[in-house]
């Protein structure tokens, strides 16, 4: 089945500590992006990959880090996390790079930052 | 700053009715139109996509695109209660980048 998987779905965890939040896809999709999704303001673009070892900033990066070694995995990594990261975080994939095409979405990660 | 503006509603509307939903945006330079469907809890799913000036049909869902109002609206028409869900404009904005509406909520009551 062609989808998107996250990791972990939910999370709590305390500001500081380090966390990763792994993406995967199976459909040989070049194009992966990661948004947050908070009350009122829609999904904003944390990072986008056009292809293996290709990133680059989207509207709210700060705070954030991803690689792309491979090109199924598109990680997420909260390096010191803080409370107003708090927020629903959905990877999202597409068949090329270039914003032209229909974006396959993850189930999302709740995250909860204390 | 790139933008893309939906009414956040709710808009309510009766069981048969056509509900139409409006979008903005700022980028001229946008090219690719899209209409997500996102239901309480879950992820979004694409419904239509529009790339050039005019109407495209769906089934009940109609996209309209004018480039030069930089306006875009999604028409459902038979409205079922299953349509009720939040809806997200986004707009492929220049470069690689991918902006996204912060939806309007839908209602259609039985």
């Known amino acids: 089945e062609a989808q998107v998987t996250q990791n972990p779905r939910y999370l709590i965890t305390v500001t500081g500590k380090k966390l990763t939040v792994t993406c995967s896809q199976n459909m040989n999709h070049e194009y992966m992006s990661w948004y947050r999704q908070d009350p009122g303001l829609g999904l904003r673009q944390i990072y986008y990959s056009m292809n293996v070892e290709v990133t680059d900033k989207g509207d709210v990066p700060e705070g954030y880090k991803v690689s792309r070694k491979e090109k199924r995995n598109f990680p997420l990594i909260l390096e010191s996390p803080s409370p107003n990261q708090t927020s629903l975080y959905f990877c999202?994939?597409?068949?090329?790079?270039?914003?032209?095409?229909?974006?396959?979405f993850g189930p999302g990660t709740r995250l909860t930052v204390l | 700053q790139k933008e893309v503006e939906q009414n956040s509603g709710p808009l309510s509307v009766p069981e048969g009715a056509i509900a139409s939903l409006n979008c903005t945006y700022s980028d001229r330079g946008s090219q690719s139109f899209f209409w997500y469907r996102q239901y309480s809890g879950k992820s979004p799913e694409l419904i239509m996509f529009i790339y050039s000036n005019g109407d495209k049909e769906d089934g009940r869902f109609t996209a309209q695109l004018n480039k030069a109002s930089q306006y875009v609206s999604l028409l459902i028409r038979d409205s079922q209660p299953s349509d009720s869900a939040t809806y997200l404009c986004a707009v492929g904005a220049s470069g690689f980048k991918t902006i996204f509406g912060a939806g309007t909520r839908l209602f259609v009551k039985a």
């Open positions: 999202a994939s597409t068949l090329m790079a270039g914003a032209a095409n229909e974006q396959f």
